[in-house]
């Protein structure tokens, strides 16, 4: 892998890496288009801080944006985010089971 591939790639789990932005992803998994204000209420956040992530994750090339009028909608452009969120979470699953039976003894 050349550095400057590497790069990109770590550019791409940056964009992910905050709680709010997989969140986000969780949340647009569900719906097929949904506002800055629906998020916000969902998640129980500002709208300004909701705005600031999709801004990363739009830039990330994980969501893309269409206007609406006066407001934006927000959709899941790359599938393959959702298969590498289940893919870690299954990981984690795993892990807590193991230090379940190993607390369990």
Wanted: charged residues 25%.
């Amino acid at each position: 892998m050349t550095p400057e591939a590497a790069e990109l790639i770590a550019d791409r789990f940056r964009a992910l890496s905050d709680p709010t932005r997989l969140r986000i992803i969780d949340l647009l998994r569900t719906k097929e288009e949904a506002s800055v204000g629906e998020l916000a209420s969902a998640l129980g956040a500002s709208q300004q801080n909701v705005s600031k992530h999709l801004s990363t994750l739009l830039a990330g090339g994980f969501v893309a944006r269409r206007k609406q009028g006066t407001s934006s909608l927000y959709r899941i452009s790359d599938p393959e985010v959702l298969g590498l969120c289940e893919r870690v979470c299954s990981g984690i699953e795993t892990q807590l089971l193991e230090l379940e039976r190993m607390i369990a003894g």
